[in-house]
């Protein structure tokens, strides 16, 4: 487990609403399990960014997709005058008809993270798999989820119900109405000793400890296992409409790896529908620019000695 | 200015246009790093060795460094990388010495022979990145004492080469780098070493990762242009 000054990021979740509603298998936001989805008021929204001031590290937007909330230009004009444009991230697909945030985007943030969920060879984990399902002895369970990797290489959130240690505790406290920690300032100090009752109440519900055969995104399935398909059964959109499978609850030997996007140009593609570029930042990530992408040296090199 | 040309080459192997999305990305860079350094590029494209598995062709340099009059040769694997700043490391070496990125200890791989026994040193070749002077050309002697069945009996994988993508047949010229290095006595400084003594421990110019499918390499070469910042 990872103190939230560890991580990469926290997240800020302004809502779990997606243009691509059941287009996409076993969503991380679970909100095509739930008959409405939220857009966080601004008042909530000043709260989470209030709070993170002085976060040594990335403060994320993130949705659902963002760029549909219909605030989404006055939560960029606070976040940015109260954090450094330096350390503020924001997750999208950069759906069709807000072309016109392009600048915005390139104002308020240093950092975007592109993934338009339309490629076949992307797979999502399913965390709708409860690991109490899975693996029967609690003492083991707790030792898969104290090595989550998701905790390990994701971020904690903020969402509406308050702030989580991990951002897929964040959405199961949305799916079933449970309560976060209070946002106020500095609550992201929390260290592993602090995520214990956060731990107990979700990680056992969740499958991303565990090694799942993971589905291709663009499947429209989710995976749920039996106590959730018990919970979610007579209220969810999605299993209405028949987009699911009950989960065998058999352990992958060799899950799929997770994203296999990371080729040169799919982001770019992406970037290019808002008339914008990206590039790389010196810790790795993605810069956006207003433009046409400057050609590469790696694009120079080749002109230059083919 | 006046400057005494230092003649240098380098070699890959690229037979029958061999993997074009991975040599699109690597030739550029072995493009520039010969611009850099003041040598010509040259590409093997045809075989010669016809009863030798195809990594044994990388041994034609022994005869190019010698029609091409080269004071030095660099054999470069056509799936590497060498990041715009690798320095021309040639300055460091003297003729009479010849070197590879890295080494490994013999016996984890090949069986000792008496030319190994001899030597004594154990220097187990890496030589996806070889360079020798033509003082050291022998570094590519083809082998002319064992046949290939011979050779790649006495090559035995690591657990994570055989496990994956890297068989007896593809430690051949390894094997046989290695071998020559112990049976003409060349002297021999790794690269990784020399660039330590000068100050540059692990300075990360030049990426291999051989035990990978090309597939899975086209993706992690990519990756690692990314965090060069060349795209």
């Not at chain 1, 939220?38 to 209030?50: G, R, W």
């Not at chain 2, 026994?117 to 220097?123: A, C, E, H, P, S």
């Not at chain 2, 010229?173 to 100050?199: E, H, P, V, W």
Request: charged share 25%; with cysteine; hydrophobic share 35%.
């Amino acid at each position: 487990m990872r103190s939230l000054v560890d991580m990469d990021t926290i997240q800020i979740e302004i809502t779990n609403a997606c243009p691509r509603l059941f287009l996409c298998s076993n969503c991380t936001r679970m909100g095509q399990h739930m008959e409405k989805p939220f857009f966080m008021e601004f008042d909530q929204f000043k709260e989470a960014v209030d709070s993170m001031v002085g976060y040594p590290r990335m403060v994320g937007m993130m949705g659902g997709e963002p760029l549909i909330h219909p605030q989404f230009e006055k939560f960029c004009e606070y976040m940015l005058s109260k954090i450094p444009r330096e350390r503020l991230g924001l997750w999208t697909a950069l759906p069709d008809g807000r072309e016109e945030y392009a600048s915005i985007i390139c104002e308020t943030f240093n950092y975007v993270f592109l993934n338009d969920h339309t490629r076949g060879d992307i797979y999502h984990h399913p965390f709708l798999v409860g690991i109490n399902e899975i693996v029967p002895k609690k003492e083991e369970i707790f030792v898969h989820i104290n090595r989550c990797e998701f905790q390990h290489s994701w971020s904690a959130s903020i969402n509406p119900n308050g702030a989580f240690f991990c951002e897929i505790a964040a959405s199961l406290a949305m799916l079933y109405n449970r309560k976060g920690w209070p946002v106020y300032p500095g609550w992201w100090w929390k260290t592993p000793k602090d995520f214990t009752s956060q731990i107990e109440e979700f990680c056992p519900m969740c499958g991303g400890s565990v090694p799942l055969n993971r589905r291709c995104s663009v499947e429209r399935i989710d995976d749920i296992s039996p106590w959730h398909y018990e919970q979610l059964k007579d209220r969810s959109p999605k299993i209405k409409k028949g987009l699911y499978a009950v989960h065998d609850l058999k352990i992958s030997q060799c899950p799929q790896q997770m994203a296999a996007y990371k080729d040169l140009d799919y982001r770019d593609k992406i970037a290019a529908r808002y008339g914008m570029y990206l590039t790389i930042t010196p810790d790795g990530f993605w810069e956006p620019h207003m433009g046409i992408k400057p050609p590469s040296l790696m694009s120079k090199f080749k002109e230059w000695y083919d | 200015m006046w400057e005494k040309k230092i003649k240098k080459t380098i070699y890959t192997l690229a037979i029958d246009n061999w993997r074009p999305e991975i040599t699109s990305i690597t030739f550029p860079l072995f493009k520039h790093f010969a611009k850099k350094i003041g040598a010509d590029f040259h590409v093997i494209t045809k075989r010669r060795f016809l009863d030798w598995p195809v990594t044994f062709e990388k041994y034609q340099v022994y005869y190019l460094a010698q029609e091409h009059e080269n004071d030095w040769n660099l054999f470069i694997d056509a799936d590497a990388l060498v990041h715009p700043e690798m320095p021309d490391f040639f300055q460091w070496y003297t003729k009479d010495t010849c070197g590879h990125n890295g080494s490994d200890p013999l016996g984890i791989r090949y069986r000792y022979d008496r030319f190994f026994f001899r030597d004594g040193r154990g220097i187990s070749s890496c030589n996806w990145f070889t360079f020798a002077s033509d003082w050291c050309i022998d570094l590519w002697h083809p082998c002319d004492d064992l046949t290939p069945e011979e050779a790649i009996a006495r090559c035995t994988p690591t657990v994570e080469e055989e496990q994956t993508v890297c068989h007896a047949e593809h430690l051949i010229d390894d094997f046989l780098c290695s071998r020559n290095i112990a049976k003409y006595g060349l002297k021999f400084r790794t690269l990784m070493q020399t660039f330590k003594d000068n100050g540059m421990e692990n300075p990360g110019f030049l990426w291999h990762q051989y035990t990978l499918t090309p597939e899975e390499k086209y993706k992690r070469m990519q990756e690692v242009l990314r965090a060069w910042r060349l795209v």
